[in-house]
């Protein structure tokens, strides 16, 4: 199975850049996708869809969110960071079955 | 809207089953496949596997192959869950989610949390 990794936590400011990685542990890119993608989980709720297919935004997720990356090393950014934000980011790769997450960086702040 | 309604939280004991369920709104429901995964208290997600919601084949992850069983009621846009002889290791909280082509997940339901425990 591929592995993902992610930092476990990260501190920012209000008003600031967020910047959470993904490295996974062989590439997830293909000739036309890079088959990596982003969820928000807040305490108690589902995850919600941010990002897909590296970069694509999820309907109705506001533009302050934005991913990047290829092969095997992706970022989710969030640009300005706001209260509402605060959340369980996890990343997930589908190159290769089974689907595998990371293990989620928890935003705080600071 | 769309939106996936799932059953109601679960207390069973060690050795029952739980079936879990999950309905579909607002849009066509053969369309999209329908994928579970795991939630471990405190813990990240696990996939546990699809189900092919035009024909009903079912596709299981490795670590769910046995005791699970993933089901449909097509006529009316649920798919189901279904886990026998429960374990400890079981409890966790249970997604359905709506799966696109390249196996990303677009709509989850709010969760199942099942419980065992003697």
């Known amino acids: 199975d591929i592995v993902l990794t992610q930092s476990p936590a990260l501190a920012v400011s209000l008003g600031q850049r967020a910047t959470i990685s993904c490295r996974a542990s062989q590439s997830v890119s293909t000739s036309s996708y890079n088959l990596m993608h982003w969820y928000q989980q807040k305490p108690g709720e589902q995850p919600k869809l941010l990002i897909y297919?590296?970069?694509n935004l999820a309907s109705g997720i506001p533009v302050r969110f934005s991913g990047s990356g290829s092969g095997t090393d992706f970022t989710l950014t969030i640009n300005p960071v706001q209260a509402d934000d605060i959340a369980t980011y996890y990343c997930?790769?589908?190159?290769?079955?089974?689907?595998?997450f990371g293990s989620g960086t928890k935003l705080e702040i600071k | 809207q769309i939106q996936l309604v799932q059953s109601g939280p679960e207390l069973k004991k060690p050795g029952e089953s739980v079936k879990i369920s999950c309905k579909a709104s607002g849009y066509t429901f053969t369309d999209y496949a329908m994928h579970w995964v795991k939630q471990a208290p405190g813990k990240g997600l696990k996939w546990m596997g699809w189900i092919n919601t035009y024909t009903g084949k079912p596709t299981y992850a490795d670590d769910f192959k046995g005791r699970f069983v993933f089901s449909l009621e097509a006529s009316a846009s649920t798919a189901n869950l279904q886990i026998s002889n429960l374990k400890n290791e079981d409890t966790a909280t249970y997604f359905c989610?709506?799966?696109?082509?390249?196996?990303?997940?677009?709509?989850w339901g709010q969760g199942v949390m099942v419980t065992v425990s003697s």
């Open positions: 297919d590296a970069s």
């Open positions: 989610a709506r799966g696109r082509q390249l196996y990303y997940f677009d709509y």
């Open positions: 997930q790769q589908s190159r290769e079955l089974p689907p595998t």
